[in-house]
């Protein structure tokens, strides 16, 4: 990413922060052990949290299953822990998006349910 597009990317954080509360979830999953552990995606989901001046209000996290979205109770959890607390909860914090999305077909359904 070239400086002008990082200078950027911080000022439409800062414009969401104006508008958005500053609480966020986090997800961690991994399918295989040939994938980031938990314990790591959890350290650089919390390094985000406090390098963008977020608080995490409540982690989940998913273990040795499949991208299906059915498969991930946890995932479902947060949606709807989401829902409850929406008032307080401006941001979803994943380490690649391919945690929360397992692929392409998932994006909308995932994207419907936040």
Do not use: C, W
């Amino acid at each position: 990413m070239t400086t002008g597009n990082r200078n950027r990317s911080r000022t439409a954080s800062r414009l969401f922060r104006d508008v958005r509360p500053n609480g966020a979830v986090d997800y961690t999953r991994f399918s295989t052990t040939l994938q980031a552990s938990i314990p790591e995606q959890k350290s650089i989901n919390a390094e985000l949290a406090d390098l963008e001046g977020l608080v995490i209000l409540r982690s989940f996290s998913d273990e040795a299953v499949s991208r299906s979205i059915a498969d991930r109770k946890d995932l479902l959890a947060m949606f709807a822990f989401i829902e409850q607390n929406a008032t307080d909860i401006g941001y979803i914090i994943v380490n690649e998006l391919e945690r929360l999305t397992g692929d392409v077909s998932q994006h909308e359904t995932v994207v419907q349910l936040v």
